[in-house]
Nanobody
Framework: DVQLQASGGGLVQAGGSLSLSCAAS????????IGWFRQAPGKQREGVSC????????YYEDSVKGRFTVSRDNAKNTVYLQMDSLKPEDTAVYYC????????????WGQGTQVTVSS
């Protein structure tokens, strides 16, 4: 049973930092790419970042480049999203999701964690 749990959200002032974690269980973690997504109130869900199975390849959405850093520890079945220089527009519920390399879509999703950035 694939399970993903995002944590680490909270309330922070603009310019501050938060570190999100995505803990995985129930599947061969190192065989899956992991993506981070977010959804703000009234907006569509958008992709924020993703990381390859071995961590050697990463992607960032333009608005977070240079501020967010994704990493993974396969020994701990965990992916991290370090978020620095946060802006009010980063406020959203953040989700992590897993994608098997042979799949085109992210098939497993965790519950989100709320990130609120005050101005």
């Amino acid at each position: 049973d694939v399970q993903l749990q995002a944590s680490g959200g909270g309330l922070v002032q603009a310019g501050g930092s938060l570190s999100l974690s995505c803990a995985a269980s129930g599947f061969s973690f190192d065989g899956y790419a992991i993506g981070w997504f977010r959804q703000a109130p009234g907006k569509q869900r958008e992709g924020v970042s993703c990381i390859s199975t071995d961590g050697g390849s990463t992607y960032y959405e333009d608005s977070v480049k240079g501020r967010f850093t994704v990493s993974r520890d396969n020994a701990k079945n965990t992916v991290y999203l370090q978020m620095d220089s946060l802006k009010p527009e980063d406020t959203a519920v953040y989700y992590c999701a897993a994608r098997l390399l042979t799949d085109s879509d992210y098939g497993s999703w965790g519950q989100g964690t709320q990130v609120t950035v005050s101005s």
